[in-house]
């Protein structure tokens, strides 16, 4: 995933279940830049390991929002994975939201919503935060999940090491 420039990972909102089925990330700008900037992007990602279909995540997306999503596609450069957004207005996250899925049943549900500096006007606000929702379009265009092959011999620990 090719994330925005300068986007971190907010301190302590990265959750994982105990049956490691579901994580759950928030990536921002720091804080300090955060305070320069009049329309700042956050996005959430949503990944579960598990997909009972496409159209249960999209109504477990759409319950986030207080009117229907119109989902379109996005080509993916993995034949065996698939992309779709829709642009997401009112709700508890209003901006985008995603789904990127594979055939393995493995999701991430995208949430990137951008909030304007206080003391903007609406208008000023669509304004800025315009070619960022545009650029978060490109973003969720770009995640892709990794091929999990483990050597049999090793177990997935000394794969990482060998790794880095």
Known sequence: M?????????????????????????????KS?????DAVPVVKLHYYDLMSSEENSKESITA?????LEFKSLESVKSDQHIQYAENKDGIYPGLSGLVWNDNNQQI??????VCKEGLSDEECETEAKPIEDSLV?????????????DQKKGPNESIREAQ
Not at 11 to 30: A, C, H, T
Not at 33 to 37: G, N, T
Not at 64 to 68: A, E, L, N, P, V
Not at 109 to 114: D, P, R
């Open 2 to 30: 090719d994330f925005p420039g300068n986007l971190v990972v907010i301190r302590g909102s990265y959750n994982k279940d105990e049956n490691d089925g579901i994580e759950m990330i928030e990536l921002s700008f720091p």
């Open 33 to 37: 830049e955060r305070d320069k900037i």
């Open 64 to 68: 986030r929002s207080s009117g229907t």
């Open 109 to 114: 549900q995208i949430f990137a919503s951008v």
């Open 138 to 150: 490109e973003v969720v265009g770009s995640i892709q999940f990794q091929d999990q092959t483990v």
